[in-house]
C-alpha cells in the first residue's frame, strides 16, 4: 500500500515562508549571500532530463523548442552563461539522464561538455510488470524497462561521483529542478534564504491551483511532501494551499552522506494499451529525512519560480510567460 500510516494534517502558517520584499535590507543581505555562494562556484544546478515527451511527439523533452529555435537545454545554457558573466565563474550544470534521453543529450550539449563544468549521469531502470506481477513485453516481444523516477536522483549523482567531485572542489549546495520548468533558476535571493534558515533542505511551493503531485503537508508532527496516493482518504485535501514545485535546494555533503531507506511506489501505467505497474521512487521523499524548510515563490509573473510544461498545449499557453520570466532575467 503506498498510503501512510499516522496523522496527516495541514501545514500551519509558520511552517511556510516568504522570500523579504525586494530593495529591502534583508533581501539585499541575503542577495549577497547568495551571489557570493555563486562566486565562489559553490552551488551546482542539477536539471531532471530523464523524461520524453510522449504527449509532445515522443522526442526528447529536453530538446522541445520553447522559443525563437531554443530548447529548454538551450535556455538552461543561456542562462548558465549570462550568470556565469554576472558572477565570474560558471555554475557546475549536472543533468540527470536516462537510457532514451542521454544519447541526444550528450549530442546536443556537444562542446559545453568537452569546456567542463558539465556533468551526465544515468538514472537506473527497472522492468515493467503486469498486475497479475509477470513481466510485461512490448509489441516486439521485448521486456519492457522504465526509469525509476525522480527520486532515483539522489542514489545516481552519488554513484556517479559527481557529488564527491564536487565536495572536493570546496562545492556547498546542489539545487534540483526539472528541465521542463524555465522559472527554477538559481537566484541569488533565493540561496541566500536557504543559506540563512541553516537547514538542509529548502523546498519551494506555489499558491495551489487545482495541481495534482506533491502535497506539502504535516505528517506525524514533520512537514514533509506527500504525493497524493500516499494522503489517507479522511484526509481534507482542500486543507492544503500550497503545492510542491519539485525544486529544491540542498546540502551537497547531506545529500552525499543521505543513507536512509527510500520508499518504493508501485504506478499504475498504460503501454501499447494494456495496464502495466511500474516501481518508482519520489523526489520529495527526501523531506521525510532531512530537516526541510518550506519557501513560498511566486507562480505568476515575471518573478515566476514555477513554469512546468506537460504537453503541447500547455507549452503554447506558456510561452509568453515564459518570454518573460526570461526577458527579466537578461535570457532573451
Known amino acids: 500500500m503506498n498510503e501512510v500510516a499516522g496523522a496527516v494534517d495541514a501545514l500551519s502558517a509558520g511552517d511556510i515562508a516568504r522570500l523579504p520584499p525586494?530593495?529591502?535590507?534583508?533581501?539585499d543581505r541575503l542577495g549577497r549571500d547568495g551571489s557570493a555562494l555563486l562566486a565562489r562556484g559553490g552551488c551546482a544546478l542539477l536539471l531532471?532530463?530523464?523524461?520524453?515527451?510522449t504527449r509532445m511527439g515522443g522526442t526528447v523533452k529536453a530538446l522541445v523548442?520553447?522559443?525563437?529555435?531554443?530548447?529548454?537545454?538551450?535556455?538552461?545554457l543561456r542562462e548558465r552563461s549570462r550568470l556565469g558573466d554576472r558572477v565570474g565563474v560558471l555554475p557546475p550544470l549536472w543533468l540527470m539522464t536516462s537510457p532514451a534521453t542521454d544519447e541526444a543529450?550528450?549530442?546536443?550539449?556537444?562542446?559545453?561538455?568537452?569546456?567542463?563544468?558539465?556533468?551526465?549521469?544515468?538514472?537506473?531502470?527497472d522492468v515493467r510488470r503486469r498486475p497479475d506481477g509477470s513481466v510485461f513485453r512490448d509489441r516486439e516481444g521485448n521486456v519492457s524497462s522504465h526509469a525509476c523516477g525522480h527520486g532515483?536522483?539522489?542514489?545516481?549523482?552519488?554513484?556517479a561521483g559527481v557529488l564527491a567531485r564536487f565536495l572536493d572542489r570546496g562545492g556547498e549546495h546542489v539545487m534540483i529542478a526539472n528541465i521542463d520548468n524555465l522559472g527554477a533558476a538559481l537566484d541569488d535571493v533565493v540561496l541566500g534564504w536557504h543559506l540563512a534558515h541553516g537547514a538542509p533542505l529548502t523546498c519551494e511551493v506555489v499558491d495551489a491551483a487545482g495541481d495534482r503531485g506533491g502535497l506539502p503537508v504535516r505528517w506525524n508532527g514533520r512537514p514533509v511532501i506527500l504525493e497524493e496516493f500516499r494522503v489517507p482518504a479522511a484526509f481534507d485535501r482542500s486543507l492544503v494551499k500550497v503545492f510542491n514545485t519539485n525544486t529544491?535546494?540542498?546540502?551537497a555533503q547531506a545529500l552525499h552522506d543521505h543513507d536512509a531507506p527510500w520508499t518504493w511506489f508501485s504506478v499504475a501505467k498504460e503501454v501499447d494499451g494494456e495496464p502495466v505497474v511500474q516501481r518508482e521512487r519520489l523526489l520529495g521523499e527526501l523531506t521525510s529525512h532531512l530537516d526541510t524548510r518550506f519557501l513560498h515563490v511566486d507562480r505568476d509573473?515575471?518573478?515566476s519560480r514555477f513554469l512546468p510544461v506537460k504537453d503541447a498545449d500547455e507549452l503554447e499557453r506558456r510561452r509568453p510567460a515564459v518570454r518573460a520570466v526570461l526577458a527579466s532575467r537578461g535570457v532573451l
Open 22 to 27: 525586494a530593495g529591502t535590507a534583508e533581501g
Open 48 to 53: 531532471l532530463s530523464g523524461g520524453m515527451a
Open 65 to 76: 523548442e520553447v522559443t525563437a529555435g531554443s530548447s529548454f537545454l538551450d535556455l538552461r
Open 105 to 125: 543529450i550528450r549530442a546536443a550539449l556537444g562542446e559545453h561538455i568537452a569546456a567542463g563544468g558539465v556533468e551526465l549521469f544515468q538514472q537506473r531502470t
Open 152 to 159: 532515483d536522483v539522489v542514489d545516481a549523482v552519488r554513484d
Open 248 to 251: 529544491f535546494t540542498v546540502s
Open 301 to 303: 509573473g515575471h518573478s
